[in-house]
C-alpha cells in the first residue's frame, strides 16, 4: 500500500512515478476523500473538547445548587453528533483504504517505464547449446525416459498437472535437496508453512483484491473462505504481520519448500505444453526481512543466489531487468532469471527477485523499532525463487540431452541421484 501522507504532499509527483506502469492515474476522489476525513477529525476533536469541559463544569454547579439539565441535555445531543461523525469517518476510512489498495507499488527510479518489450538484459551466461543431432523436447525426452507421466497427471487432476516417476521424482527431489542445502549454508532459516492460507495473507502480500480470481479458493465452516498458496511468498510475508521487529534483529532471511497451486488463467500456447505452465509445481521461495536502507543490497545479495545455483547446475540463462508494466503490482523492482528451452527457441523465467519495500509492510502493518531513536518506521520486504522447478526440468532435459536420448545429469545433482546419465 502506498502511503497516503506522501500522496497529499507531492499528488503531481507520485502520478508521474505511477504512470511508469499504468494508463492514467487519477488521485481527484482519494485526496477528497482525505480532505473529508480530516476536517471530521478537527470536527469530532472539537466536540469532545466541548463535552470534556462541560462535562467536568457539571459537578461543580451541581454543588452549587444550580439547575443543570440544559447542560445535559444538551451533552446528549453532543455524544449523538460525536458518534454520527465517527460513523462517518468509518466510513471514509473505508472508502479511503479501497482506493489505496487499489494503487500498485510505485516503481524504483532506475525502473524503465512500459512493458515487455522495454525488458533489458543485464548479462547472460553460458552459451546456448549447440547439437549435432536433432534434438528432442523436454515432453518427448521425459515420457520416453519414464520420468514424467502426464497422460495420468491429466487423468488424476486434468490438463495442467503431471506425475512424477523414478528417475523423475528422483531428479525433482535432488533439485529440491541442492536448494535447500544452499540456502541452508548461506545462513537462511528453513520455513514449512501451511498451503492453505486467509484471505489477509492475500491481502498482505498485495496480491488481493486484484489476483483473487488466480487462485484456488476453499470453503470452511471454520474458517471460512481460505485458498491455496499460489507461492510460498504469500505465506512469508505473512510471518511477521502485525509486529514491532527489534532493528538490531534484522535481516530476517527465510527460505521455505512449499509446491504452488494457480489456476493459470487464460490460453496456453501450443509450445507451453509439459511443465512449462501448469497448475501445480514446486518451488524453493527465499525471503527476506531488512531495513529500509538495506533492501537494495538485499535484493542484490538474492540474485546472486539464483544465479549462482543455475550455474553450479551448469545451465545457460540470461539476467534481465523488468520494465515497470511487467513487474507484479506489489514490486518496485523485478529482476528475472531466464533459462534457454532449445525447442521453444525462447528464454523462460525459472526465478524472480524482487524489492517490494514498504508495499507489503503497510499492508501487513510489519515494522521495527530503531535501536538509539526507539522510532517504529516500516521495513522493507524481499522475495526471490530460489528455485521454481517446473522450468528447470524441461531445461536440463533440454540442455543435457544426448543423441541417443539420454540426458546428463548435473554434476551437483548426482550425490542424490546416484548416476550421471538418465537413460
Not at 114 to 137: A, H, L, Q, Y
Not at 222 to 237: D, H, K, V, Y
Not at 381 to 387: I, T
Not at 392 to 416: C, D, H, M, T
Request: with cysteine; net charge neutral.
Amino acid at each position: 500500500m502506498l502511503d497516503l501522507k506522501r500522496i497529499r504532499e507531492n499528488p503531481e509527483e507520485i502520478k508521474k512515478v505511477l504512470l511508469k506502469r499504468m494508463d492514467s492515474v487519477d488521485f481527484s476522489e482519494l485526496l477528497a476523500f482525505d480532505q473529508k476525513r480530516r476536517e471530521l477529525i478537527l470536527k469530532v476533536e472539537a466536540l469532545k473538547a466541548n463535552r470534556n469541559q462541560v462535562s467536568s463544569e457539571i459537578p461543580r454547579l451541581k454543588a452549587a445548587g444550580v439547575d443543570v439539565q440544559s447542560q445535559l441535555d444538551q451533552m446528549k445531543l453532543v455524544s449523538m453528533e460525536i458518534k454520527s461523525l465517527d460513523d462517518e469517518w468509518v466510513q471514509l476510512e473505508s472508502k479511503i483504504r479501497l482506493l489505496l489498495e487499489a494503487l500498485p507499488n510505485l516503481p524504483a527510479e532506475d525502473v524503465l517505464a512500459g512493458g515487455k518489450e522495454n525488458n533489458k538484459t543485464v548479462r547472460d551466461w553460458g552459451s546456448r547449446p549447440i547439437f549435432d543431432f536433432t534434438p528432442k523436447n523436454h515432453v518427448d525426452l521425459a515420457t520416453d525416459l519414464g520420468l514424467i507421466d502426464y497422460r495420468r497427471g491429466a487423468q488424476l487432476g486434468g490438463n495442467g498437472f503431471w506425475i512424477y516417476r523414478g528417475k523423475g521424482a528422483l531428479l525433482e527431489w535432488a533439485l529440491l535437496n541442492f536448494f535447500v542445502e544452499e540456502h541452508l549454508s548461506d545462513g537462511y532459516e528453513m520455513i514449512l508453512p501451511p498451503h492453505i492460507l486467509n484471505e489477509e495473507c492475500g491481502y498482505v502480500s498485495g496480491q488481493f483484491p486484484k489476483f483473487k480470481e488466480d487462485v484456488f479458493y476453499i470453503e470452511s465452516e471454520q474458517e471460512g473462505r481460505q485458498f491455496l498458496l499460489p507461492t510460498s511468498e504469500t505465506a512469508l510475508i505473512n510471518l511477521h504481520r502485525n509486529e514491532i521487529l527489534a532493528e538490531e534483529s534484522l535481516p530476517r532471511k527465510y527460505f521455505s519448500y512449499t509446491p504452488c497451486y494457480r489456476k493459470e488463467a487464460g490460453s496456453y500456447r501450443a509450445q507451453e505444453r509439459g511443465m512449462i505452465r501448469g497448475h501445480q509445481f514446486n518451488k524453493v521461495e527465499l525471503f527476506q526481512f531488512t531495513r529500509p536502507e538495506d533492501s537494495e543490497k538485499a535484493m542484490e545479495e538474492m540474485i546472486q543466489k539464483g544465479e549462482r545455483l543455475v550455474q553450479k547446475l551448469g545451465l545457460h540463462y540470461r539476467l534481465v531487468k523488468l520494465a515497470a508494466q511487467d513487474c507484479s503490482a506489489a514490486m518496485g523492482k523485478t529482476f528475472d532469471i531466464e533459462l534457454w528451452i532449445p525447442s521453444m527457441n525462447e528464454y523462460k523465467e525459472v526465478s524472480s527477485s524482487s524489492n517490494a519495500y514498504d508495499y507489503q509492510a503497510r499492508r501487513g502493518e510489519i515494522r521495527m523499532r530503531r535501536k538509539e531513536s526507539k522510532k517504529i518506521e516500516y521495513i522493507h520486504s524481499l522475495n526471490a525463487s530460489g528455485l521454481a522447478t517446473s522450468r528447470l526440468f524441461p531445461a536440463i532435459l533440454e540442455q543435457f540431452q544426448r543423441k541417443n536420448g539420454s540426458v546428463v545429469v548435473p554434476e551437483v545433482l548426482r550425490k542424490w541421484m546416484h548416476q550421471e546419465i538418465l537413460e
